[in-house]
């Protein structure tokens, strides 16, 4: 098989993970999968917390298909690497660079980081799991889309520490 084919493969592996993963964090982790993702949702001190058995279910999966792709079954191996791919991109960004879980700090000061970064933190600034907004992790729609719907759900409880005004989304 053409290195091509396994290359664009694993490119638009990663680009559905998004999607998945988008789709997984609203309708799994803040519904019935909130026992392990409301870890997440609380402040920490650092190391492991519940949340990161999503990672490691993940993970698991990537790896089984790997397996089976090198015992034969075409492109299982190549999915699970677009897979595990995703999975370090979401640790460099989502965890290192946005929940800062690292040891060293970096605060994106414009451009698309920041707007993911800002993205989260407008996540996190509703208390619970209902009333959220951007549920990705690597893509975030325009800050001033979710500022509006977070000023339409007021009615909900606001996490000021995570809580953005409008001048950090310039």
């Not at 988008?22 to 997440?40: A, D, E, F, N």
């Not at 759900?153 to 950090?168: E, G, L, M, S, T």
């Amino acid at each position: 098989m053409p290195s091509f084919y396994a290359a664009a493969i694993v490119v638009v592996t990663i680009i559905l993970m998004e999607v998945v993963a988008t789709l997984v964090h609203k309708y799994i982790m803040h519904t019935w999968g909130w026992g392990w993702h409301h870890s997440h949702h609380l402040p920490h001190g650092g190391g492991l917390e519940l949340n990161d058995l999503y990672a490691v279910v993940f993970a698991l999966l990537a790896i089984a298909l790997i397996y089976l792709g090198s015992l034969g079954y075409w492109p299982l191996q190549w999915i699970g690497a677009g897979m595990t791919a995703y999975g370090a991109l979401y640790f460099m960004v989502h965890d290192g660079l946005v929940h800062q879980r690292w040891p060293f700090r970096s605060i994106p000061r414009r451009g698309y980081l920041k707007r993911l970064y800002m993205a989260h933190r407008l996540h996190h600034a509703v208390r619970g799991r209902q009333g959220c907004v951007s549920f990705g992790f690597l893509y975030a729609p325009p800050l001033s889309q979710l500022q509006q719907a977070l000023r339409q759900r007021q009615d909900r409880p606001v996490n000021q520490d995570a809580a953005i005004n409008d001048q950090d989304a310039v």
